[in-house]
C-alpha cells in the first residue's frame, strides 16, 4: 500500500476515514484505499485486485461501473449536475418505487439514509402527536441523535454503543428492546403505549451482522402498533432493492406506515428516500407544516443511476438469481469451516451473508456480541491476502451482486478453503 496515504489521511481527516466503519479498527492494520472497481472486483492504490464483498455496503447489486448505469450517469452529468428545481426523473423515480412497494404511496427524496429515518421520525412524531421512539438493540438508523442509542454498525464494531453529544432529554425519548423479543415489545407498549410515535426495525437486522427475524415477528408489530395507535416505520435502508423487487415488505408480507430507503436506490450514488401513506406524507412541507428540505435532494445524477439500476433490477428472475449465488457461496464457506474443525455459522438471507463465529446463527445482539470477534479478523486478513474483500468488521454483512459469477465464487470459495485451515493451524 502507497505508505504515503494513511499519513496524509491522518493528518487531515479524524480517525483516517470519511465513516468509521471504513477504517479496520474492528480487525487492525491500516485501511485498504482503492482506486477504480469493474463487476465483481476493485483495485487499491498499488494495482492489487481484490473480489469486492462488501460492494459500497451493499449500494450495489449490480456490481461496480455497471455500463448502463455509467452511461446514465454520464447522460445526466452533461445535462447538468444540478439546477435546485424539480426534474421529471424524481418523479419518475417515485412512480417506480411507489409500483415495486405498495406501502409507498408518496416518497420524497433525500441525500443519505440518516436523513431519510430523521425526517421520517420527525414525521411520525408530528403526525401522532406523541415523543418516544422504540427501536431494537443493535439496529442503527443513522447517525441521528435521537437513535444512537445501543446502536449497530459502525457504533458496535468501534466499541461505542452510543455517542457524546447526545443529550438526555433526546435519548429519553429512545426505548429500547431486544430484537425479536415481543414479550419485551409488549412489556414496553404496556408501559409506554400511549406515547409511543412509532416502532422502527431493520425488517431484517443487518448492522450487527446479518439477523434474520423469527417467525411472525414483524407480523406481531404491525399488530402492535395498530393496536397502541403507533406508526411502524420499516428502515430499508439496507434491504431495499436488496431482498426483492420489494423489498422486506413483500418479503414478509408486512405493510409499513413509513418506509426509509438507500443504498440501491442510488445505485452508488447519494440518494436517500423516505415515504408512506399519503395522509401521513402530506403532512410534509410545503403541503404541511412537518419541514423538511435539501438542496441536492433529487440531485438528476443521483437520480439517473437510481433509475438506470432500479429498472435493470425489474427484470424477471434477477432476485432469484442474485439468491441462488449467495446460497452457493454460504455453503461452501459452511463446509470449508466444518472441515477446518473452525466454529463458524454463515448466515444469508437473499443476497446478504455473515460468517458468525459463533456455533449458531444469532437471533438478538447478545448472541451477535458472543462471537469470537478475533476469529473474524484473522479471517479477514487471511481472505484479503488471498485476494478477497469483506467487510471489515464482524458485525457488518458482506453482499453479492449480479456480477459474480461460477468463477468469481470459485475464487472465493477456494480463498475461504485457505483461510479456514490457517485459522486452524494459527497461521496467516
Known amino acids: ?23 479496520f479498527t474492528a480487525v487492525g492494520g491500516t485501511p485498504v484505499f482503492m482506486a477504480r472497481g469493474s463487476g465483481p472486483f476493485v483495485w487499491d492504490v498499488d494495482g492489487q485486485c481484490y473480489v469486492d464483498l462488501c460492494l459500497s455496503w451493499g449500494a450495489l447489486p449490480l456490481g461496480h461501473a455497471h455500463p448502463d448505469v455509467v452511461a446514465a450517469v454520464c447522460r445526466a452529468a452533461e445535462m447538468g449536475t444540478t439546477f435546485g428545481t424539480a426534474t421529471e426523473g424524481e418523479v419518475e423515480l417515485a412512480e417506480l418505487v411507489s409500483s415495486a412497494m405498495p406501502s409507498v404511496e408518496m416518497l420524497r427524496l433525500c441525500s443519505s439514509g440518516t436523513e431519510a429515518v430523521m425526517s421520517a421520525i420527525r414525521l411520525a412524531r408530528a403526525f401522532t402527536g406523541r415523543s418516544k421512539i422504540l427501536k431494537f438493540a443493535g439496529g442503527y438508523h443513522g447517525h441521528a441523535d435521537s437513535l444512537l442509542v445501543q446502536a449497530g454498525s459502525g457504533a458496535l464494531t468501534g466499541g461505542v454503543p452510543s455517542s457524546p453529544g447526545v443529550t438526555r432529554a433526546v435519548s429519553g425519548d429512545t426505548l429500547v428492546c431486544p430484537y425479536n423479543d415481543l414479550d419485551a415489545v409488549e412489556e414496553i407498549c404496556a408501559a409506554w403505549g400511549t406515547d409511543i410515535a412509532a416502532i422502527i426495525v431493520e425488517p431484517v437486522a443487518a448492522n450487527m451482522g446479518l439477523v434474520a427475524p423469527v417467525p411472525g415477528f414483524l407480523q406481531a408489530l404491525r399488530r402492535v402498533v395498530d393496536r397502541v395507535g403507533a406508526l411502524l416505520i420499516f428502515d430499508e435502508v439496507i434491504t431495499g432493492f436488496r431482498l426483492g423487487w420489494g423489498g422486506a415488505q413483500a418479503m414478509f408480507d408486512v405493510r409499513a406506515d413509513l418506509t426509509c430507503l438507500g443504498k440501491v436506490l442510488g445505485g452508488g450514488m447519494p440518494l436517500a428516500g423516505y415515504g408512506g401513506r399519503t395522509d401521513i406524507m402530506r403532512q410534509v412541507a410545503p403541503s404541511g407544516p412537518v419541514y423538511q428540505a435539501g438542496t441536492l435532494s433529487g440531485n438528476p445524477v443521483a437520480v439517473a443511476a437510481g433509475l438506470a439500476t432500479l429498472r435493470l433490477l425489474q427484470r424477471p428472475g434477477v432476485y432469484v438469481d442474485l439468491a441462488a449465488r449467495t446460497v452457493a457461496l454460504s455453503r461452501e464457506w459452511q463446509s470449508a469451516a466444518d472441515r477446518a474443525g473452525i466454529s463458524c455459522s454463515v448466515v444469508h438471507t437473499a443476497s446478504l451473508l455473515t460468517p458468525f463465529f459463533r456455533a449458531e446463527a444469532p437471533t438478538s445482539l447478545g448472541e451477535v456480541l458472543q462471537s469470537d470477534v478475533k476469529a473474524y479478523a484473522a479471517f479477514f486478513h487471511a481472505m484479503l491476502a488471498r485476494g478477497v474483500y469483506l467487510p471489515p468488521a464482524q458485525f457488518e454483512v458482506g453482499f453479492m451482486s449480479l456480477s459474480h459469477g461460477p468463477e468469481e465464487i470459485a475464487s472465493v470459495a477456494a480463498a475461504a478453503e485457505g483461510a479456514f485451515a490457517c485459522l486452524r493451524d494459527g497461521g496467516q
Do not use: A, E, K
Request: charged share 20%; glycine share 14%.
Open 1 to 23: 500500500m502507497r505508505g504515503d496515504l494513511w499519513p496524509r489521511s491522518l493528518q487531515r481527516i479524524p480517525g483516517g476515514v470519511n465513516s468509521p466503519v471504513r477504517s
